[in-house]
């Protein structure tokens, strides 16, 4: 079931006046998509009798209903992105990518060793497999990761508009606020995923081929391997908190065109920008606003005590970034006019 067909499927026909709503689309017409987005265009609008018979039993059922409803039809649409996300072939791909390079880092390092100058982690990984996960992460947030997110994102909207499905995803009661916002959590999935993916696959990759036990950590002491567990999600979860916001920054970016591969390419820019913008020594003072200068402090989890306030402060950077760039998609998408 497409995007369009979810939104047809669970919600009635925009109420008369309502400004949240989309232009109106013709009685039939077709996606010039076809399966890409969704399946085709409405086949009929619904009658005046049975909005107005669906607008009474609303108010007869009282706003607790109207929110309920609104949040199970919410949940759907969100249930159908993210079906049509991880069902394309180019986003497998990418996830599979995601996946060797642990496979590929492990096995090299199984068979030439690490060099004496590399990083800590990297000699660690021989020690403990555990280790390779944190190796991995550390690797991939650099550009891989925001690569893959930066597709993702940077087509969420102009994908649509690009293949004519967005009209008709406005036309139904959707609303302009709970299509970004499932276009969001859509994003916010898909950058939780790929980070599961590099971690999962770092941390069986690194059962495989290398000893696992107590984790010694950077700071030097020694953890129970069930404690390096309990950190290893704790770097998870950080590392897609950071990729969820560059996600919003891509979505953002993606309202401002109706074509998928120059969203996707400013979102993949601005990571490159981001990161040699931070390794000038000129611009150190502007280095702490700079959303990629977070994404590697997520080895405070590999420290005893924990580096909670160094990771504080990337989470709140997190949070302002996605904040900020959630409100220019919302101020650009509500005010957008949808002509595709």
Excluded: H
């Excluded at 969820?244 to 400013?266: D, K, N, Q, R, W």
């Amino acid at each position: 079931m497409s995007t369009v067909d979810t939104a047809r499927g669970t919600a009635a026909a925009p109420a008369a006046g309502d400004p949240d709503s989309g232009p109106v689309a013709p009685s039939r017409a077709s996606s010039p998509e076809g399966d890409a987005t969704g399946s085709g265009a409405p086949s009929g609008a619904s009658s005046p009798e049975g909005e107005a018979a669906g607008s009474v039993a609303g108010r007869a059922a009282g706003p607790g209903a109207g929110a309920s409803w609104a949040g199970r039809s919410g949940l759907r649409l969100l249930g159908s992105e993210v079906r049509l996300t991880f069902r394309r072939p180019r986003n497998i791909a990418m996830l599979g990518a995601l996946a060797v390079v642990p496979v590929v880092i492990g096995v090299v390092l199984r068979l030439v060793g690490a060099d004496d100058d590399a990083p800590s982690l990297v000699t660690q990984v021989a020690g403990n497999g555990l280790m390779l996960t944190f190796v991995s992460m550390s690797l991939l947030t650099a550009l891989l990761l925001p690569v893959a997110v930066g597709v993702v994102a940077g087509e969420s909207v102009a994908g649509e508009a690009g293949a004519g499905t967005l009209r008709y995803l406005l036309t139904a009661p959707a609303g302009r606020a709970r299509l970004l916002g499932v276009k969001a959590a859509n994003v916010v999935v898909f950058a939780l995923a790929a980070c599961t993916v590099v971690a999962v696959s770092g941390l069986v990759i690194g059962l495989v081929l290398f000893p696992v036990g107590p984790v010694t950590l950077l700071s030097g002491t020694t953890v129970p391997l069930a404690d390096g567990l309990l950190r290893l999600l704790i770097v998870t979860g950080y590392a897609a908190a950071g990729m969820a916001a560059f996600g919003i920054v891509g979505l953002a970016l993606s309202t401002f065109t109706e074509v998928p591969i120059g969203a996707v390419a400013a979102t993949v820019v601005t990571v490159v920008f981001s990161q040699v913008a931070g390794a000038i020594p000129q611009l150190d003072p502007v280095r702490p606003y700079l959303l990629t200068s977070w994404w590697s402090s997520f080895d405070g989890a590999l420290r005893d005590p924990v580096a909670t306030d160094v990771m504080g402060q990337g989470l709140l950077v997190f949070a302002a970034y996605a904040f900020v760039f959630g409100a220019i998609a919302w101020g650009r998408f509500s005010g957008r006019d949808i002509t595709s």
